[in-house]
């Protein structure tokens, strides 16, 4: 009799724990087709991940999976565009990883101011070419991917054209060196004159000023007119040579777009304004027109390219404007910290102190430095050149 029980007790076991295997099962079957049928799912994780959609994988600030971070650029850095500011966002991208830049012979911060040749380099790159290219030059591709990373991307970044010229006459002080009289924010200023003059002057601050743009891209001979055909030709050369133009107007809907050409993370583009000063020009419609029609080339470059920075926004997707915001709501919060321990009078290492150094350094200390160590290591004797522009 008591053999029976225990039998019987232990088929009832059994069975009880068979039956709510069987229920649990049918708990998870029913809740897997929910989520299939009507794209939700009933854990609270999986719900709201759901609900943010892009935005889960932005903020989270980790590259995915699918999406490995590219640890190679080329910056067409373009003279008073807001290049300063995005190379130092690319400088520290690769300092802090000790990747490799392509580095000048000479001092001043430049290769120089002809087209792009390797024999302008401090050092030639090893069989993987070197990972990152950001100092000023008139842009060459052939050249240049010969001695870069195959995977590395090309960016650039231009200006709206009336904004450039005054902001490239005011910088290099081009009014002082040239003697030319007169107040240029003046409705009354003689800016036909100003411009003759300019146009008879050979220096390379006197090229940034006449479609200088289209110059430091390697597409512009102040000696040859240009056809609309022609023109036409030389941008759709520039776009099938670049995987990116930015627009500093708007510079931080191009860095957005920069995040999702490199899959970077935000904090790889964080960054402090470099040498971004407002002039406070007001100039007449006659002046407006001049500068349109003595910088066409310009001009027609940032209409293009505008159209199709705003056409691959339109295609980035519903989180755009929500990545944008919070970009900036880093650089708020980063800058209040950064203020917060500059106050604090403290001068010791740590990471906080390291990062807002390196967001405050700009183009020139980065590649100085790099010069500097790769000089040592490898016992190279450094040029110094006079950095006076004229």
């Not at 039956?19 to 989520?35: A, D, E, M």
């Not at 001979?221 to 520039?238: C, H």
């Not at 971004?276 to 027609?300: M, T």
């Not at 209040?336 to 150094?357: H, M, Q, V, Y």
Request: aromatic share 14%.
């Amino acid at each position: 009799m008591d053999t029976c029980l225990r039998f019987f007790s232990t088929y009832a076991f059994f069975g009880l724990l068979w039956t709510l295997l069987i229920l649990c099962s049918g708990i998870i079957v029913i809740q897997y087709s929910f989520v299939s049928e009507r794209g939700m799912s009933l854990n609270p994780y999986h719900s709201l991940k759901q609900r943010l959609g892009n935005r889960w994988q932005s903020h989270s600030d980790v590259a995915s999976p699918v999406c490995p971070a590219n640890s190679s650029v080329v910056l067409a850095k373009i003279h008073k565009t807001g290049g300063s500011t995005l190379g130092s966002i690319i400088a520290r991208y690769g300092f802090e990883r000790n990747l490799t830049f392509a580095l000048p012979k000479s001092d001043g911060g430049k290769f120089g101011d002809t087209a792009f040749e390797p024999n302008m380099l401090l050092q030639q790159p090893d069989k993987n070419g070197f990972d990152f290219l950001i100092t000023h030059v008139p842009f060459n591709k052939p050249e240049m991917k010969g001695v870069m990373n195959k995977n590395a991307k090309y960016v650039t970044i231009i200006r709206e054209p009336i904004s450039h010229f005054y902001s490239s006459v005011k910088y290099f002080q081009l009014q002082e060196h040239l003697g030319y009289p007169g107040n240029i924010s003046s409705r009354a200023f003689n800016l036909t004159g100003f411009l003759s003059q300019i146009a008879r002057c050979n220096h390379i601050i006197c090229k940034v000023t006449y479609n200088g743009q289209m110059f430091d891209l390697g597409r512009f001979d102040n000696k040859t007119r240009t056809s609309e055909r022609g023109l036409r030709d030389k941008l759709e050369q520039i776009k099938k040579d670049f995987d990116l133009v930015l627009i500093q107007r708007y510079f931080d809907e191009s860095l957005i777009l920069l995040k999702k050409l490199m899959c970077w993370k935000f904090r790889d583009l964080q960054y402090f304004s470099m040498k971004a000063k407002s002039h406070g020009y007001s100039p007449s419609d006659e002046h407006v027109k001049l500068i349109k029609k003595w910088n066409f080339e310009d001009y027609i470059l940032f209409e293009f390219f505008n159209r199709t920075l705003w056409e691959k926004i339109a295609r980035y997707g519903p989180s755009f404007n929500k990545d944008v915001e919070h970009l900036r709501e880093m650089n708020a919060k980063t800058a209040e910290r950064c203020d917060a321990l500059d106050k604090s009078n403290f001068k010791g290492p740590g990471r906080l102190r390291t990062f807002c150094d390196n967001l405050r350094r700009d183009v020139y200390p980065f590649v100085q430095r790099l010069r500097s160590e790769v000089a040592k290591k490898h016992n190279l004797q450094l040029t110094v050149k006079n950095s006076s522009v004229f």
